[in-house]
């Protein structure tokens, strides 16, 4: 009984901080992916010196949020997202509208498949 009641426990654990994870790693995505709709907002705008303000703040909610995620992602994946947005921070700096936005699509999907490749899921588990 006692050998049961432990291995549930165990499980239950170990599923909240599955949901816990999901939860916090699911708002961080949140908040960078809507950190770079107001980069895009911005040099479409041609705002160009909103949009360079806008992927300074990007880089710092990056730098806050992804703390944690070497955690739970490989290195590399985070690795490519960190060129992806010094590319960016270049290509808004020179104003150049096409790469700009191109790379942050590529930034945006990086990091919506990282969030849902790592969730805790019954997919992803079987």
Known sequence: MRLLLSVLLAVALV???GLGVNRQLGMATDRL???????????EQDDWDGAAGETDRLIAVWEQEAGWWPIFFEH???????FSMAKCKEYVACKNAPLSL???SEIRLMIEHMSRKEAVS???IF
Do not use: F, K
């Not at 992916?33 to 040099?43: K, L, M, N, P």
């Not at 590399?76 to 960190?82: A, H, L």
């Open 122 to 124: 019954l997919g992803n």
């Open 15 to 17: 599923t909240a901080a």
């Open 33 to 43: 992916v809507a950190q770079i709709d107001r980069i895009s907002a911005a040099i």
């Open 102 to 104: 191109g790379q942050l």
């Open 76 to 82: 590399y994946e985070m690795d490519n997202i960190e």
